[in-house]
Every structure is written in structure tokens, then in C-alpha cells.
């Protein structure tokens, strides 16, 4: 499988990392090369099985848009771009392509999201959402946190949720979700030492998408994606 990986930060350089370790071919290119989406041209993109976007929001959805529009196959790990989904779910729709995105790809956050769901579900509590990453981190509060909001309010619709964002040094993600009552407090929390769990449930992702088309935030399909691991 030839996968295409946008952006060499960080984490994208590690998604091309693990996608090799993973027996697939790759290419990867930055924020420069890819300027505008320029280098994502109807003959590029129909050499590729599948393309995933590790950018900044104003690019991953300019990636989207290029990729979608000729009906190619997009994993998009970048947040904070939200408000053009709408958008982007109907170009994938009506032109045959597919889309997966997720406020986080790691695993074990996504076992986190349905140990929170669970949580919600208690009457009589208040909860807080609480989220640390490093200083350089472009959205804030995180997309990861903004998502374990919805998650309560779709559990528990009359809760009262606060959520609280911090910027310190290269923290990778801490995210502390808390329930108060008067009696108690209940506490979950997912810290990521490093990157390599998003890498590779990005990658992971991407081997789903191969195939299909339409548009899927990644914790509706995750359960296929890992089939009996969760």
C-alpha cells in the first residue's frame, strides 16, 4: 500500500515511521512543498491508496478539499478545523471519496472516550474536563477535550460541564476528566508519554479506509478498525 503522509512535524514524521514499519510504501510532504495543496493533483493522488494529514487546521482543509474533490481517500489527525466539516462530509459524499477524521487517533484515548461515556451517565454530578498540552499546540482547548465534552452532554444533556486547557513545556496530552456530587468525585485520566500511540492509530485508520467511501469520525469505527483489541 502506498500511503501519502501530509506534514513533517512531529507526529507526521512518526506516522511515515510506523506506516513503513507496517510493510507499506511512502511519501511525505511538508507544509512547503505542499503549499496550497498544490502537489495534490489528480496524477499524484491516483498513484496513492491513501493520504494522511498531520498539518495545521487552514492546510488540512485545503488538503481535504484537493483530495476529496478527486475522490481520494483522507485520514485527517489535525484538529480545530471543525466548523468546515459539514463541507467536507458532502464533497466526499457527492464526488466518491472518503474521509476519517478524530480529534485523536491513540487507542487507549479512545477507550478513554467510552470509560467517559460510562461516567456521564451518573445523575447528580457536575463535571470537569481538564487538558495539558505542550506550548506550541495551534488549538485550545484541545479537539480531544472539546470531544469528551460532547460525550458527556450526549450522555447526560442537562450536566454542567467546565473544561479547562493548559500550555506547558512539550507536554504530549493529559486529559483529566472529573464527577462531583456532593458526596464524591470520580476522577479518569489519559496521559500520552509520546506520539506513537496517535501514529499508529492513524495509520491503523488509514488501512480501514482503503476501499471505501464516505465520511467517519474515528471512534464511530474504531471497533471495526481493531476489531476484538477493544
Not at 480531544?144 to 479547562?164: M, Q, R
Request: net charge neutral; with cysteine; charged share 25%.
Amino acid at each position: 500500500m502506498l500511503m501519502l503522509v501530509l506534514g513533517k512535524g512531529k507526529t507526521g514524521s512518526l506516522v511515515a515511521q510506523v506506516a513503513r514499519e507496517r510493510g507499506h510504501s511512502v511519501r511525505v510532504l511538508d507544509l512547503r512543498e505542499n503549499s496550497g495543496a498544490s502537489s495534490l493533483t489528480a496524477p499524484t493522488v491516483a498513484m496513492v491508496d491513501v493520504v494522511i494529514d498531520f498539518t495545521t487546521p487552514e492546510a488540512a482543509v485545503e488538503n481535504m478539499r484537493a483530495c476529496l474533490a478527486l475522490g481520494a481517500r483522507i485520514v485527517v489527525g489535525t484538529t480545530g478545523w471543525y466548523e468546515r466539516l459539514p463541507d467536507m462530509k458532502a464533497l466526499a459524499h457527492r464526488r466518491g471519496g472518503a474521509l476519517l477524521y478524530g480529534s485523536n487517533f491513540s487507542i487507549g484515548v479512545q477507550k478513554f472516550f467510552q470509560m467517559t461515556a460510562q461516567l456521564a451517565r451518573l445523575k447528580d454530578y457536575s463535571f470537569e474536563i481538564s487538558e495539558t498540552h505542550h506550548v506550541s499546540k495551534l488549538d485550545s482547548p484541545s479537539g480531544t477535550a472539546i470531544t469528551l465534552k460532547e460525550i458527556v452532554l450526549a450522555a447526560n444533556p442537562a450536566a454542567k460541564v467546565e473544561v479547562f486547557a493548559h500550555r506547558v513545556g512539550d507536554v504530549n496530552g493529559l486529559h483529566i476528566v472529573t464527577a462531583k456530587s456532593a458526596s464524591d468525585t470520580i476522577e479518569i485520566r489519559h496521559e500520552a508519554f509520546d506520539r506513537r500511540g496517535f501514529a499508529e492509530g492513524a495509520v491503523r485508520a488509514a488501512e480501514w479506509l482503503v476501499g471505501k467511501t464516505g465520511a467517519w469520525e474515528f471512534r464511530e469505527v474504531v471497533d471495526k478498525v481493531l476489531g476484538d483489541e477493544m
